[in-house]
């Protein structure tokens, strides 16, 4: 029925579609693997001395509120305790899912040892450019 890819067997008719991308910076780098499963879009985010799942989001999208028109979208959070990435996860989750008007979900870990306040504002900036680049691919994909 499905080829044998290692451990996961692969239905040919249901091929995932995946790529990855990574920061611009070469200060605090963060990466990304981005998977295309059907018309729903899984981002995993992560980075630093000690990447790991600090948090993940889903968000759907919806029509807004403000005006029915426009897409908008809603994201539920699961953050384990004392993980700070759920800023990332929902930021990111709702920006591709209105953008995109489907359902997105975002891991993300990061962890860099001693890392400043100044040294975090970088890594959201690196978060923020890699989310760019990953709407910009799925656009292209999807055209």
């Not at 239905?11 to 990855?20: C, E, V």
């Not at 899912?97 to 993300?108: D, Q």
């Amino acid at each position: 029925m499905g080829k044998d890819s290692g451990i996961f067997k692969m239905n040919p008719l249901h091929t995932l579609k995946r790529f990855d991308v990574e920061s611009s910076g070469k200060q605090y780098k963060v990466m990304a693997d981005v998977c295309i499963v059907g018309d729903d879009i899984a981002v995993i985010i992560w980075g630093g001395d000690q990447p790991h799942i600090g948090s993940v989001a889903f968000a759907a999208p919806r029509p807004s509120r403000k005006d029915p028109k426009k897409i908008s979208s809603t994201a539920s959070v699961f953050t384990l305790l004392g993980h700070k990435e759920d800023y990332i996860t929902k930021e990111i989750s709702e920006q591709l899912s209105s953008m995109l008007n489907k359902n997105v979900v975002v891991l993300a870990g990061m962890h860099w040892n001693n890392i400043s306040s100044d040294g975090i504002k970088v890594v959201i900036k690196n978060c923020k450019e890699i989310a760019k680049i990953i709407l910009k691919k799925i656009q292209e994909e999807i055209k």
